[in-house]
């Protein structure tokens, strides 16, 4: 596709160059990021794929279309399913999906702001607001959408609405009007609808949207009908999921203020983090700058329709992430009360509505652009805005922290290392593949114990996903048995200590750190061997011990172990082997 936005008009004047920089430092450190996040180890909801897989694979075609709270993640089991089928369940198809379709997002928000400035104008502030996009689209604001290998849907949900928009805009631009784009529209709706539950609002929303751009009865007929349809294939077996969700009526009658209040948090959720999840007043003045930013645009616009096509078409999505905080919001009112629920994944939709304003804005004020007195204001503003984002940013280098996934901001103390949140998933799968009921590692990755355990079964059993990696594999069935030969090699290392396990007397947990001297690197596993030479325990390395690393240096950073044993082994006088490189610690 030709992008002028790109075009050779475009070539860099100095005060740009700074925005080239962060924009590229953006996205390069959300992939970096991606890049040290990620495991293979199913986190949450992730864990379902194994049993939908199953239940395909019996014959029971009806999973495809089956309820997950209150959506239908049909996007995400196809691509889970082809994880699975391709990959083993790797998970690393799945985070470069999402990274794809935020390129996507990017790639259409670029197309709609070279509609919005023609070629020729305004090269300089068009090169700027490109950069921006590119930012706010690769904001690790949202970093769950980006590491989590189930978000596809969460990225699928916003970005099919926004193509179908963008279809109908540039169908309507051209003459005669283009029935292959509408199709498109069409096509892209249906599917938003196999996304998430608010996906369900971007079909009524064409229909709007293609009455005002006069596309004929025929056509707004059309999607009139293929939206009552598809909400009724939705609603069909539909039930009102329990926990933490409430419909939007009750919240409407009982809590409006509230209801208000949340959703306007929702729209201003990114100023909400960078503040530290501890001014969501402000947050709130934000979203509420957004509603009023949009509606003023909107009557603006609707005066002129085929004049403003374009800003008519973001609005529409705009409104499209409204509806969708409105949704979200009411959804988890009576749960979390007036404290503001934001985990990372819900700023994906916000974020995108800001590149929809800021390109609208753009569109209808593209002659001001110029102005050289008007100008220092608007690139001294995105200047200072870039700046505010990018400290966030270098997050991407040091944590991942889901636990906000859990707990409200004020409960989380010190944030985690993406080494910290690997090591803690690793060993929970750890714990799954021996059949330990450690709920405190378990639920690093799933919150109900039994039920983890259940789920796993399936991916032990077929060597899906973490349990296909030879660290894991057969763990279990290698308790009891003898070693060969103990390595030549000494390690250095010690054990700190042997505890029992929480809710499973059958097993004890033991912990240290090791390291491979001679080659100067940590082993990847740690056997606890008895006298006789028979496994006793089974242990992961990977845990963060800055204090072995001071004193040894940065090679044993990731020194420290954790493992189990069945509970009455005899350790005494017992060797701790490392394996990957192989040496071995005597114990006293």
């Not at 670029?110 to 509609?115: H, M």
């Not at 959720?269 to 969501?280: A, D, E, K, T």
């Not at 005899?570 to 610690?585: E, H, Q």
Request: aromatic share 12%; with cysteine; glycine share 8%.
């Amino acid at each position: 596709m030709h992008m002028p936005v790109l075009s050779r008009d475009l070539r860099p004047h100095y005060l740009t160059w700074p925005f080239l920089a962060l924009a590229v430092l953006f996205v390069s450190l959300a992939v970096i990021g991606g890049f040290r996040s990620y495991t293979p180890t199913p986190f949450w909801d992730s864990w379902g794929i194994y049993q939908f897989v199953e239940q395909v694979s019996s014959g029971d075609l009806s999973a495809w279309w089956t309820l997950h709270n209150e959506h239908r993640i049909l996007l995400t089991r196809v691509l889970q399913w082809l994880d699975i089928r391709l990959f083993d369940g790797s998970m690393v198809f799945l985070v470069a999906i999402n990274y794809a379709m935020a390129s996507a997002i990017c790639l259409i928000f670029l197309r709609a702001l070279a509609d919005a400035i023609p070629v020729g104008k305004s090269s300089g502030m068009r090169l700027i607001l490109a950069c921006l996009i590119c930012a706010l689209s690769f904001s690790w604001l949202q970093m769950e959408n980006f590491t989590w290998d189930y978000q596809s849907q969460f990225f699928g949900a916003q970005l099919f609405p926004l193509l179908g928009f963008y279809a109908l805009y540039r169908a309507r631009r051209a003459s005669p009007f283009s029935d292959g784009l509408f199709i498109t529209a069409v096509l892209v709706g249906i599917l938003s609808v196999g996304t998430m539950a608010n996906g369900i609002l971007a079909l009524p929303a064409f229909a709007v949207l293609a009455w005002i751009y006069g596309a004929g009865r025929v056509r707004v007929g059309a999607l009139v009908a293929v939206s009552i349809l598809m909400a009724g294939l939705y609603l069909f077996g539909y039930h009102t999921p329990g926990g933490q969700h409430a419909s939007l009526f009750a919240a409407l009658i009982e809590h409006p203020v509230l209801l208000a209040n949340h959703t306007l948090i929702y729209l201003g959720g990114p100023i909400y983090h960078l503040l530290g999840m501890r001014h969501p007043g402000l947050a709130l003045a934000v979203g509420l700058f957004v509603v009023l930013s949009a509606l003023f645009l909107a009557i603006r616009s609707l005066r002129d329709p085929r004049q403003h096509a374009l800003e008519l078409a973001l609005l529409a999505f705009v409104a499209y992430v409204i509806g969708t905080a409105v949704i979200t919001s009411a959804g988890r009112i009576h749960f979390f009360g007036d404290r503001p629920y934001l985990p990372s994944r819900y700023m994906t939709p916000v974020l995108m509505a800001w590149s929809a304003l800021l390109i609208a804005f753009a569109a209808r004020f593209a002659h001001r652009l110029d102005d050289r007195r008007l100008r220092p204001t608007l690139v001294g503003a995105a200047l200072a805005f870039l700046l505010l984002l990018t400290p966030f940013q270098f997050l991407a280098l040091q944590t991942h922290d889901d636990r906000i996934f859990l707990l409200y901001a004020s409960d989380l103390g010190s944030p985690r290392s993406h080494e910290e949140q690997n090591f803690s998933r690793a060993i929970a799968a750890l714990a799954l593949e021996l059949g330990v009921r450690d709920s405190a590692r378990i639920s690093a990755t799933f919150p109900e114990v039994d039920l983890a355990l259940a789920l796993a079964r399936p991916a032990i059993r077929n060597g899906w996903s973490a349990f296909g990696d030879p660290l894991l594999a057969d763990a279990g069935a290698r308790l009891g048995t003898r070693i060969g030969e103990v390595p030549d090699r000494v390690c250095l290392g010690h054990l700190d200590g042997i505890a029992p396990v929480d809710g499973d007397a059958r097993y004890l947990r033991f912990s240290g750190w090791i390291y491979a001297r001679h080659e100067k690197s940590v082993p990847r596993s740690v056997l606890l061997v008895g006298r006789d030479r028979r496994i006793l325990g089974y242990a992961l390395t990977g845990r963060p011990r800055p204090d072995v690393e001071r004193a040894v240096g940065g090679a044993a950073a990731l020194s420290g172990f954790e493992g189990f044993l069945p509970a009455g082994s005899s350790y005494a006088k017992a060797l701790l082997v490392g394996s990957d490189p192989d040496c071995y610690l005597a114990l006293p």
